[in-house]
């Protein structure tokens, strides 16, 4: 699979819901770069993450544009997320249904047709003001 094709499948396997085959396209050993936050390490730590923002929201991207080096080893992406705060996360606003759409990006190292490291960015202070806080 080449890295577009690896971060295609993430996509996709994010949008269906499909956590099962989401984990299965990480390294056992993923970095995982959190928006203004700090980084995990391995695919266990991410399957917690995701279980987490599961509950908290539910978001499907759109607008997906997928970028890779030459080499295989790195990509990117650039698209839209339209979303709906479902529960309270800790330190953000109350959840109360708020709908949103926010453009965001995200740069991967990729490792034997498997994401290794995915750093996400989305300006949250856009994503506090849609969802009133």
């Known amino acids: 699979m080449t890295a577009a094709e690896t971060i295609r499948a993430y ?3 994010f949008n ?3 956590m099962e085959t989401f984990l299965s396209l990480l390294t056992d050993d993923v970095a995982h770069d959190i928006n203004q ?3 995990q390490t391995g ?3 991410f399957a917690k993450f995701m279980d987490h923002m ?3 929201y539910n978001e499907v991207l759109t607008d997906i544009v997928i970028m890779a080096s030459a080499d295989g080893k790195r ?3 650039e698209f839209i997320v339209n979303g709906e705060y479902l529960a309270t996360d800790e330190g953000l606003p109350e959840a109360k ?3 949103y759409r926010l453009p965001a990006g995200a740069f991967f190292d990729i490792r034997d047709g498997k994401v290794a490291r995915i750093s996400n960015y989305y300006n949250l202070p856009d994503w506090i003001a849609q969802v009133g806080g």
Do not use: P, T
């Open 11 to 13: 996509y996709d396997a």
């Open 16 to 18: 269906a819901k499909d």
């Open 37 to 39: 936050g700090g980084r």
């Open 43 to 45: 695919k266990a730590e």
């Open 54 to 56: 599961n509950r908290c």
């Open 75 to 77: 990509g990117a992406a």
């Open 97 to 99: 249904g708020q709908k």
